[in-house]
């Protein structure tokens, strides 16, 4: 099997550059139909659509949580019969008043419904007025994407002035602060009240500029094959240092500066801590020298009336008498040990989190039930509730960790020590290790959780409160940061979320066959963006759902001995020849296996074309499953039995392919006038031809390589010209006589192998059977010399007693005492099985010992190892030199066994 996703060190362009082109290319529509629902809005005017939905979206948003708070309000005051339907805006008496209120007041035209209409619709109506006056100012973005900037800036500046016009009401909820954006001093209203959303807004703008230059810089790094482990330690650790860098600024003001947090979060973190408040003072004071350790500073009764609540020494929370107040209060009387109380504290936030996450997973899982539905949705809730507890657990730990373990060995025992440690040093460490937690979290939820806590981190930085003649300042930075985001996302509606090399090796020195990876695409993808789908010779429709990953397969053109010539076209015909015969296997048990091609293009590398232009490329359907090469050799006998037969029924069928009607010679397979032909092979040069004719273009092709080899430098001493005798008068004789028939023509995968096959561990199913870059059209047996040797199936078997068994189909003998028992046990159930279920085997096929003869002897004129610049870089001269002459050697000997 190939390597995957590694970039050749032969100038390899940009192919994160060229995948982002690919994806461009295959579409034209800008979103994927649904089947028909309310938010489609059929009856309105195209135009207006977005604007109506963001409205419609923005309402329910802004109205349904505060209803579902009224009702549960309205129910749990029945239950004590005592009526009190108080909401923030308005004292009312009658539950159906309350909720006419609450209806009433998203209609405002001030509040965040209209907002969002005028942000969304404006970005999208005001394109064609701005097209008359904008300037074409030489940009690298186009005048479509330039319009869409222009345009969301100013429905963002706006849209963000609605809100902020928006004059606060003076009727609140007993004991809230009616006064919060006055400045108490003047009277004169102060700014901010939209802070928090200007801060989302520029987050997420910040996440797409350095996203989106760090992807760059990353294509061209793996281009180059430059890309370090440094690198991609950094890639990986980005998003948890985000959280962690976040979740420290956050805990550390909600330690000491609680006002500068969103009201609702700092409540939140307030009920996850689950923590005596008069705690959490007293450190407060500690900081500010309120409360000082040897000094009577009247704050005694802070921390012992805590004591006594918990049964502890009243005398331990006197900073006079007891220095530092021990561990026991931080455990709040669950003991002197720092680790019992974290693990006491990981179990009840564990338990306090699965209250709130278990809910959520099983409503999740009930859009697609299965039966893994409740263990999926128990893992998830688990691991999710074991972030949260950890990240408690963390925090209080370190705070001990300051406080008792470690703080005192590093900064020293003494009054002046304690007070700096208790004041600041001990929640220092705590605010650093609770966001390592984010650890536990699978990757792809690491940005999304680090990008959340990031505005509320960047928000205790700033003030919540400013004069309103900077409030323009907030403005431009809220019109910026959401005509960044929305450019970047429609440019390309199919931006996708994810881009991950397939089986990526870093450190590959060897030009690899295809870039692969897998996208996943922030919408579906349906038969509106794949084009060609349905009308392009082998591309298939998508599902009517649309997908929302795919595989992009990029040729390379600098890989070793491959032949560009029709080799996209190649694949793509083999594959749809494959599916169509994996269609017949058990009533279609398996006719989903070869996976869907949705478009392709062909390679057309000429002399100046741009990489994006040259390029060939396959979008296809991303297959589920585990590679089976990683997961066979740890399986028990009877499955490897039983998958064994399962690859030689899907084999026997394989076999039986049935080729397009003007596939007629050997070689490969092309597309001409819309009609599957035959074309030349992609592991040779050589236009389509007979059998013989077949075997001398593979000659030919090997004998170009070996005139390329700077060791070989085309054979001397007459050894090239005995190949071109033998090739031209003795290669057609040898055939015939050895009775090989000829005229059997099939498809080759010639790479038949687990490493090429998904698997699923739990339904024990072949998933997927992949990679068809090498396949060509000829004699079946071909199929033998570089397939299934993982089953040791094929007939270069080291042992000489094996390769007969092999070619005999006769494994009655038993193998000698020093070979491989494990390699005979599976020749021997890979030979019974293909056999059961109808397939070819070696010993089927007359003069199959000769062909294997020929195909060693064409793999001998430039073998690997002196061909390779980077193998020859690897030994030393003497060592090529002694390679070079015995395989001189060798072909010498097969040349005279032939009587050349």
Not at 159 to 181: E, V
Not at 609 to 627: L, S
Not at 750 to 756: E, G, M
Not at 760 to 773: C, G, M, Y
Request: some cysteine; hydrophobic content about 40%.
């Amino acid at each position: 099997m190939e390597l995957r996703g590694a970039a050749s060190s032969k100038g390899s362009p940009d192919t994160r550059s060229i995948l982002t082109s690919t994806m461009a290319k295959i579409s034209t529509g800008t979103s994927s139909p649904r089947k028909s629902s309310f938010l489609q809005l059929q009856s309105i005017p195209p135009p207006l659509r977005p604007l109506v939905r963001a409205y419609l979206l923005g309402y329910a948003s802004a109205v349904l949580p505060r209803l579902l708070t009224l009702v549960l309000q309205h129910l749990s005051n029945r239950e004590r019969k005592t009526p009190n339907y108080a909401l923030p805006e308005r004292d009312e008496n009658t539950f159906l008043e309350s909720a006419k209120h609450v209806l009433k007041t998203g209609l405002d035209p001030c509040r965040f419904p209209t907002f969002c209409a005028a942000l969304v619709g404006g970005a999208t109506l005001l394109q064609a007025p701005l097209n008359k006056i904008i300037t074409r100012a030489a940009t690298n973005l186009g005048s479509v994407a330039k319009l869409r900037f222009l345009a969301t800036f100013v429905s963002a500046w706006f849209s963000l002035k609605l809100l902020q016009s928006k004059k606060p009401t003076l009727r609140r909820r007993a004991g809230s602060s009616t006064t919060r954006y006055v400045d108490p001093a003047t009277g004169k209203k102060l700014a901010g009240r939209t802070v928090d959303l200007t801060l989302f807004a520029a987050t997420q703008a910040i996440d797409v500029i350095v996203g989106e230059l760090w992807a760059r810089h990353k294509g061209r790094r793996l281009a180059g094959q430059k890309w370090t482990k440094v690198e991609a330690f950094i890639s990986q650790m980005t998003d948890p240092v985000s959280f962690v860098a976040s979740c420290a600024l956050i805990m550390w003001a909600w330690f000491y500066a609680p006002d500068n947090l969103p009201r609702a979060y700092n409540k939140w973190i307030t009920s996850a801590a689950h923590v005596d408040i008069r705690l959490i003072e007293a450190l407060r004071r500690c900081r500010t020298r309120e409360l000082s350790y040897e000094k009577e500073t009247g704050q005694a009764h802070l921390l012992g009336t805590m004591c006594t609540d918990h049964s502890l020494p009243y005398e331990w929370g006197d900073p006079c008498k007891t220095i530092p107040f021990p561990c026991d209060i931080v455990h709040m009387g669950r003991g002197p040990s720092c680790e019992y109380h974290a693990w006491r504290r990981f179990w009840l936030s564990w338990k306090w989190s699965m209250y709130t996450y278990l809910p959520l997973a099983l409503a999740l899982q009930l859009r697609k039930p299965n039966r893994d539905s409740l263990r999926t949705a128990l893992l998830s809730a688990a691991r999710s509730s074991a972030f949260l507890g950890t990240y408690i657990t963390l925090f209080y730990y370190g705070v001990c960790l300051g406080r008792t373990r470690i703080g005192p060995h590093l900064l020293g025992k003494d009054v002046a020590c304690r007070q700096k440690i208790d004041g600041g040093y001990c929640v220092g460490v705590g605010c650093f290790l609770c966001g390592w937690s984010v650890l536990i979290e699978t990757a792809n939820r690491r940005k999304d959780m680090a990008l959340f806590v990031a505005p509320r981190a960047m928000a205790t930085l700033l003030p919540r409160q400013y004069k309103m003649e900077v409030q323009w300042r907030e403005t431009l930075a809220f019109a910026l940061s959401t005509a960044v985001v929305f450019t970047c996302a429609r440019e390309n509606p199919r931006r996708s979320e994810s881009v991950t090399p397939v089986e990526y090796v870093g450190y590959n020195p060897f030009p690899v066959n295809n870039f692969i990876y897998k996208v996943a695409l922030s919408s579906p993808a349906t038969k509106e963006h794949f084009t060609r789908a349905g009308h392009q010779t082998c591309a298939v429709l998508p599902p009517l759902t649309g997908e929302s990953t795919v595989i992009v397969r990029l040729s390379n053109p600098t890989s070793m001995g491959m032949n560009n010539t029709n080799r996209v076209e190649n694949e793509v015909c083999a594959m749809a020849v494959a599916r169509e015969a994996m269609a017949s296997v058990e009533g279609g048990r398996y006719d989903s296996i070869v996976p869907r091609v949705y478009a392709w293009k062909s390679t057309r590398m000429m002399a100046g074309d741009a990489p994006e232009q040259g390029f060939g490329w396959i979008v296809m359907e991303y297959m589920e499953g585990e590679v089976l090469d990683m997961l066979f050799g740890d399986m028990k006998w009877d499955e490897k039995k039983r998958v064994i037969g399962e690859i030689a029924c899907i084999f026997a069928a394989f076999q039986k392919a049935k080729l397009p009607q003007r596939v007629e010679l050997h070689g490969g397979m092309t597309v001409r006038d819309g009609d599957i032909v035959s074309g030349q092979a992609t592991m040779h040069k050589g236009e389509p031809s007979g059998y013989v004719g077949l075997w001398k273009a593979r000659i030919d092709h090997a004998l170009e390589q070996a005139d390329e080899s700077t060791l070989i430098n085309g054979w001397k001493g007459g050894v090239r010209e005995r190949i071109e005798k033998f090739k031209n008068y003795k290669l057609g004789v040898l055939i015939h006589n050895g009775e090989v028939d000829s005229t059997l023509l099939g498809l080759v995968h010639n790479d038949f192998t687990i490493n090429n096959m998904l698997y699923n561990p739990h339904t024990k199913r072949i998933t997927a059977l992949l990679d068809f870059d090498w396949s060509s059209v000829t004699h079946p047996a071909h199929e033998f010399f570089t397939s299934f040797h993982d089953v040791h199936g094929r007939v270069d078997e080291a042992s000489e007693k094996l390769r007969k068994a092999i070619f005999s189909g006769d494994f009655g003998n038993h193998p000698d005492e020093g070979e491989d028992q494990e390699a005979w046990k599976l020749a021997k159930t890979w030979d019974d099985a293909l056999k059961q279920h109808g397939g070819k085997r070696p010993c089927d096929f007359k003069g199959i010992e000769l062909l294997q003869g020929l195909w060693n002897f064409v793999y001998s004129i430039c073998p690997f190892e002196l061909g390779s610049k980077v193998m020859l870089f690897r030994r030393s001269k003497k060592e090529s030199e002694a390679a070079k002459e015995r395989v001189e050697g060798q072909i010498s000997k097969m040349l005279s066994g032939w009587g050349v």
